[in-house]
């Protein structure tokens, strides 16, 4: 077996180990169903009510979607923005921190109250945790350009503008598409919980009903839906970085040899 090829396998195989090794300690242990649930359990569950699932696993699909495309524009825009003056870099930077700093889930209910039981709360939890490190990643590549670089293509009579579309911008796309894979997985966080405090549809809202009547194995199903969902949004996201900066991975690769 070559390295690539164990390197392609590498995840599933864990994977699967996991599940067999968690399955084992269940029966081993004689753990009871209350505390932990089998995974054979989980996918008995899915298959059973999987019209169920399926609903509830495309609502927060959706919904979470939704926030993160929200999340990608204003963040892509305020982004540029900080980046664009160290200044403005240095002035905004604490203001943001002190934003994203305040929990998410302490919104949910204002939200709830402002928009009422449903979709919208969730999408907008899911934008609100997603935004600040698409921001944050922007604006670093862009203010961290070096200023020997500026200092030269202003010298050969470049402005600002050209300065930030030719060498900024891209200089930027690996962390830009680095931040995507961490607010992908922030925004499926933000729409489950926002679905579990007010929801009429989801794998949040789910996991709350279930987890009410003690149905622990849908409960175990709609979380491991929920993995693989956020595993499947980011294998994208990290495939699509890969096809947009392979200049990046190039030279980390030629630095490596």
């Known amino acids: 077996m070559t390295s690539q090829t164990a390197e392609k ?22 753990i009871n169903t209350s505390v932990l649930q089998p995974p054979s359990a989980a996918f008995a569950a899915m298959f059973k009510l999987w019209k169920v699932f399926l609903y509830h696993s495309w609502v927060t699909l959706w919904v979470t979607m939704v926030g993160f495309a929200l999340a990608v524009g ?10 664009w003056s160290r200044a403005i870099y240095r002035g ?10 305040i929990p998410k889930v302490a919104i949910v209910p204002l939200l709830i109250l402002w928009f009422g039981i449903g979709e919208v709360p969730a999408i907008v939890t899911a934008f609100l945790i997603s935004f ?29 503008l050209d300065v930030m579309l030719k060498v900024g911008i891209p200089r930027a796309l690996p962390y830009f598409f680095g ?30 009903q279930e987890g009410a009547s003690f149905r622990m194995a849908n409960v175990y199903a709609a979380l491991l839906l929920l993995a693989f969902e956020g595993v499947l949004m980011y294998a994208v996201f990290a495939w699509t970085e890969q096809r947009c900066t392979r200049w990046a991975f190039r030279s980390q690769m ?4």
């Open 9 to 30: 396998l590498a995840p599933w195989l864990f994977t699967v180990a996991i599940f067999l090794i968690w399955e084992g300690a269940c029966a081993a242990f004689n």
């Open 132 to 160: 600040f490190p698409i921001v944050v990643n922007i604006a670093t590549g862009l203010a961290t350009t070096e200023p020997e670089l500026e200092d030269v293509l202003r010298a050969l009579g470049a402005s600002k």
């Open 92 to 101: 905004l930077y604490p203001v943001m921190i002190g934003f994203n700093t």
């Open 74 to 83: 204003f963040g892509v825009l305020l982004g540029l923005v900080v980046g």
């Open 179 to 208: 931040s995507l894979k961490v607010a992908i997985t922030l925004a499926f966080v933000g729409t489950v919980v926002s679905e579990t405090l007010g929801a009429n549809a989801g794998l949040g809202f789910l996991i709350a």
């Open 254 to 257: 030629n630095a490596a040899g």
